[in-house]
């Protein structure tokens, strides 16, 4: 009876596993590099018809300069969070971009920066903002994460620590560029001589963010270990007030990082990636739905955060090695770099 009962079963799974399709594993989810770089240098109406081709040029050049800065320390062996901070500093320290040395101006016609970093090995992770004279913000958020027990530094608070840690501490006038001054100025004359009443206002401050050019820098990288870091800097918004904090600095909206899924950096309307928690969202997704990277990033962009009426993207990078630009505006300056050393630079819509 045994012997009978057995061959019965021998039979059942020989039949049975004729039916059973073989599911393949989808591309994404395979390796496809042991390291890997990409970055942002903002999101926006960036249309080729208003640029010139020197100005093209130039940034296209300090993109390329920016991205292989940190590609060199990852393919000697050195770490994604050296990779990630070294290559946002080159763009920090460019007027190109609305992070650093470029940061757009405050209705009080100042400039108060935010910046975040997260490891995705411990989660760990800091961020700072409102800050006026710290000359690298995002080396302020990594010496938040690393060397205090806190998440977020603000204002004042956040100077003292920078100067207690011996980071560069500069003159606020060091921030200022007259391009993103006469910005401001352009804005409030608008404002002044435009607007009557308090519904047009709203009107005419909507419609100008929405046409903004959004220059917060970010960058994610894979090292040869397999972990993962990501960073985000930014100036914020022109003509922000009353101590505005956008999403650069918050950990999940404008910066995440996990070993188990991804790393993103965001740039857009900091409002909109707040409520959406974009970038926790894609890790999320990837995680809990077994989404590819690709996938997740579509969705939270092109659908979720497009539908709330939010604008801008994000640079994503998995634990495969896999890369995503994602935006829903006319472009975003953007660079990528895979472990053969191959080189993408783009800033239009394709």
């Known amino acids: 009876?045994?012997?009978f009962v057995f061959a019965l079963s021998v039979l059942w799974i020989a039949f049975g596993c004729q039916d059973q399709k073989v599911v393949p594993v989808k591309e994404e989810l395979k390796k496809v590099n042991d390291y890997a770089i990409i970055i942002h240098g903002g999101a926006g109406t960036i249309l080729k018809k208003n640029m010139t081709p020197e100005k093209e040029a130039v940034y296209t050049a300090k993109l390329t300069e920016a991205i292989k800065v940190g590609y060199e320390i990852l393919r000697q062996g050195g770490t994604s969070t050296e990779a990630v901070v070294k290559t946002i500093q080159v763009m920090e320290e460019s007027p190109l971009f609305n992070?650093?040395?470029?940061?757009?101006?405050t209705h009080e016609e100042t400039n108060e920066l935010d910046a975040s970093f997260m490891d995705g090995k411990t989660l760990n992770a800091g961020a700072v903002a409102g800050v006026t004279n710290v000359k690298s913000p995002i080396e302020l958020a990594l010496k938040v994460m690393t060397d205090s027990d806190h998440v977020m530094l603000s204002g004042k608070g956040a100077s003292?620590?920078?100067?207690?840690?011996?980071?560069e501490i500069v003159d606020p006038s060091y921030f200022y560029t007259e391009k993103r001054f006469k910005s401001l100025q352009r804005i409030k004359e608008r404002a002044k001589t435009e607007l009557d009443h308090d519904d047009k206002k709203a009107a005419f401050y909507d419609a100008d963010i929405k046409n903004a050019k959004f220059g917060t820098v970010g960058c994610v990288a894979l090292d040869k270990n397999g972990n993962i870091a990501a960073g985000t800097s930014t100036g914020g918004m022109t003509n922000k007030r009353w101590g505005r904090i956008g999403d650069a600095p918050i950990i999940g909206s404008g910066t995440y990082a996990n070993n188990n899924t991804c790393g993103v950096s965001s740039t857009g309307w900091g409002?909109?990636?707040?409520?959406?928690?974009?970038?926790y969202d894609i890790s999320a997704q990837i995680e809990y739905q077994q989404k590819t990277l690709k996938e997740a990033t579509q969705d939270v962009i092109q659908k979720k955060l497009t539908k709330l009426g939010g604008t801008g993207g994000v640079v994503a990078?998995?634990?495969n090695g896999n890369m995503s630009f994602e935006f829903n505006t006319a472009g975003m300056y953007r660079?990528?770099?895979?472990?053969?050393?191959?080189?993408?630079?783009k800033i239009y819509k394709e």
């Open 99 to 105: 992070a650093g040395k470029g940061a757009v101006f």
């Open 335 to 345: 660079a990528s770099m895979d472990d053969k050393g191959k080189l993408v630079v």
């Open 317 to 319: 990078l998995d634990k």
């Open 271 to 279: 409002e909109y990636f707040i409520r959406s928690q974009v970038a």
């Open 1 to 3: 009876m045994k012997k």
């Open 160 to 167: 003292v620590f920078a100067k207690e840690k011996g980071l």
